[in-house]
């Protein structure tokens, strides 16, 4: 006679718990790749949505009105506001808007993370909360690339997303002689893809999108990596044992490139809520005027938001993005 054999009870206890114990070491990190797989998905197609909209309007300056007294009161701000009811919502599906000092009804979080988990910070309520930059002085059109310090404005979307408006009804066409990124940029969306919900973080829920240029807009939507590059690079080097702005993002990883100069404004613009390292410094595009070494590429003073194109072998900094 064979004898019949089995586990014990024993064993089959031990067994359970060392499967428990592993399911608890690896499930969060597959639920987090899921999840960013997930946001990676719906940023695509929120910038998708987002730029065929805005592609169909005629302008994107000149919606509502902004006024100052003569102390510097301001006596009315209708703009972002305006900008969503009178020109997206024609042309872009929205469920709710909320106006200024109201983002919080359309699932605007208090407080967000900013890019690296770096530190916490008070969502921003107006363009210079956004970036103290983008006003250096007075609010008119062309002059030192100012914007007035307008309220940001909300909506909520049809898929979940809750979208916080930053709009300057003073922009500029990519035609005119003034060099400024804050004048180039008509609306900037800081979104979170499911409310206030968490984890409220720039790079995993929370991103922006920047529509440049009154005429013919540019719809950029940039996903940086979460820091610089360790030095300063040139744009472009023909030398074999000199490392360039193209090859520095490669060797951080073969999913990042160089931004273009529409990418990089979005960069500057969005400045505080990804940490940049060297904010006071230069950085490259990938935008080239002129080849070779002694050619030219579009740069972004962070310091000033001047746009210029210097010579591409002058080393400046760079940050990467993703693919």
Known sequence: MKKKTGFTLAEILITLAIIGIVAAITLPSLLVNVNEKAWDAQKKALHAR?????????????????????????????????????????????????????????????????????????????????????????????????????????????????????????????????????????????????????????????????????????????????KDYTSTVPQYSDAADKLDAPAACKSLGEDLRVPDKDEVASLFINAPLINLDKSTNYYWSGSVLSTGTSGLAWGQAFSTGGRNHPTRSNP????????
Request: aromatic share 8%.
């Open 316 to 323: 400046y900094y760079v940050r990467c993005i993703m693919k």
């Open 50 to 226: 987002l730029a065929q909209a805005i592609g169909q309007m005629n302008t994107l300056g000149g919606y509502g009105t902004y006024t100052e007294d003569g102390d510097g009161a301001i006596t009315a701000d209708t703009a972002a506001e305006s900008f969503i009811l009178d020109a997206l919502s024609k042309v872009y599906k929205i469920n709710n808007v909320c106006g200024p000092d109201k983002l919080s009804s359309c699932g605007i979080p208090s407080k967000i993370t900013t890019l690296g988990a770096a530190s916490e910070i008070t969502f921003p309520s107006k363009m210079s909360e956004l970036n103290s930059k983008l006003l250096n002085g007075s609010h008119v059109s062309g002059e030192d690339g100012d914007v007035a310090d307008t309220k940001a404005a909300a909506f909520e979307t049809v898929n979940g997303e809750s979208i916080a408006v930053f709009y300057n009804p003073l922009c500029s066409s990519d035609t005119t002689v003034n060099h400024y990124a804050q004048n180039k940029m008509c609306v900037n969306f800081v979104y979170d893809l499911n409310g206030s919900e968490g984890p409220n973080q720039v790079g995993k829920d929370v991103g922006f999108i920047t529509a440049l240029y009154n005429r013919n807009p540019v719809v950029v939507a940039p996903v940086p990596y979460d």
